[in-house]
Nanobody, 124 residues
Framework: QVQLVESGGGLVQAGGSLRLSCAAS????????MGWFRQAPGKEREFVAV????????YYADSVKGRFTISRDNAKNTVYLHLTSLKPEDTANYYC?????????????????WGQGTQVTVSS
């Protein structure tokens, strides 16, 4: 089992920044690819970013490319998502997820473990 706990969400004005953290416990963190997803009310959960075991491969959704940065610190068992140039349409509950192995998946069903989410609200 892997337990994931997100933090760092909040209310921010358009153009502002936030850094989300996801602390993992339970299994060897470096064996897992880590993803960030988000879900707005009435919408499906959507892919945001994913990072490989040691950070050598990273992919972003087109909607956040150039504005969001995913990173990880395996010594701290933590993955981060730095959000900049935030827009009202970025408002959502943000979730981190863990997938065992090397594949960088974009589909929520590919991930075995999920955190409880942290809310990001961007005001215009």
């Amino acid at each position: 089992q892997v337990q994931l706990v997100e933090s760092g969400g909040g209310l921010v004005q358009a153009g502002g920044s936030l850094r989300l953290s996801c602390a993992a416990s339970g299994r060897t963190f470096s064996n897992y690819a880590m993803g960030w997803f988000r879900q707005a009310p009435g919408k499906e959960r959507e892919f945001v970013a994913v990072i490989s075991w040691y950070g050598g491969r990273i992919y972003y959704a087109d909607s956040v490319k150039g504005r969001f940065t995913i990173s990880r610190d395996n010594a701290k068992n933590t993955v981060y998502l730095h959000l900049t140039s935030l827009k009202p349409e970025d408002t959502a509950n943000y979730y981190c997820a863990a997938r065992y192995g090397a594949t960088l998946a974009h589909v929520p069903d590919e991930y075995s473990y999920w955190g409880q989410g942290t809310q990001v609200t961007v005001s215009s």
